[in-house]
Structure formats: structure tokens, C-alpha cells
Nanobody, 129 residues
Framework: QVQLVESGGGLVQAGGSLRLSCAAS????????MGWFRQAPGKEREFVGV???????????DYADSVRGRCAMSRDNTKNTVYLQMNSLKPEDTAVYYC???????????????????WGQGTQVTVSS
């Protein structure tokens, strides 16, 4: 089993920045991809970004069109932690953000929540206008 704990959410004004963290524990050797998803009230969960690695090296990253250019994911393998840096935040970015982790997730399916075996509890991000 892998446990995921998100942190870093909060209230920020439009145009501001936040960095979300997702710390993994347990059988971390079994995961090689971590994604961020978000869900706003009354809306379906949507993909935000994904990062995939092999050992120490990150070999793939991708982002939703809605956040591309404003968000970047990074990984600290010594801490088993993945970060989501979000800049130029907009009110429409307001949502609960979830991190998810999986093993060998095919690139073509990384935007789909169903392929991730482990999920965190979520962290609230609120962007005021």
C-alpha cells in the first residue's frame, strides 16, 4: 500500500501562487507516476497534471490545457514528494486538489483517474477575485 498526503492548499488572491505537496509513504518503490486532479463544487473531477519517473529521473510530464504554462510539477525523490507549483491563479482554479499515484501507467491513459491506484485526501485551493 501507498499512502499519499497533500498539503499546501489555502486561500489566495487571483494572480497569486501556491505550491501543493504530495508526500508518499509505504511501498513507494511500487509507484512511478503521480498525477494531480481537482474537483470543484458541482463539477466532475478533472485532470491537472502528471509526472512520471524512472529511478531518479523524471521522463515525462504533461498538463491540462487549462493550466499549461501556469503550473509545473517537480519531484524530490529523497523525500518521496511531488510538488505542483501553481502561478497566476484564477478564481476558476478553485477546487479540492487531489494527488494520485500509480505504477506503470501508460502515457496515453495518464489523464484518467481510473488508472491510479492510490489517492490522497485532498487539499482545498480557493482563489478570490
Amino acid at each position: 500500500q501507498v499512502q499519499l498526503v497533500e498539503s499546501g492548499g489555502g486561500l489566495v488572491q487571483a494572480g497569486g501562487s501556491l505550491r501543493l505537496s504530495c508526500a508518499a509513504s509505504g511501498r513507494t518503490y511500487s509507484i512511478s507516476a503521480m498525477g494531480w486532479f481537482r474537483q470543484a463544487p458541482g463539477k466532475e473531477r478533472e485532470f491537472v497534471g502528471v509526472i512520471r519517473w524512472s529511478g531518479e529521473y523524471t521522463n515525462y510530464a504533461d498538463y491540462a490545457d487549462s493550466v499549461r504554462g501556469r503550473c509545473a510539477m517537480s519531484r524530490d525523490n529523497t523525500k518521496n514528494t511531488v510538488y505542483l507549483q501553481m502561478n497566476s491563479l484564477k478564481p476558476e482554479d478553485t477546487a479540492v486538489y487531489y494527488c494520485a499515484a500509480g505504477g506503470s501507467v501508460p502515457i496515453g491513459t495518464m489523464t484518467e483517474g481510473r488508472v491510479y491506484a492510490y489517492w490522497g485526501q485532498g487539499t482545498q485551493v480557493t482563489v478570490s477575485s
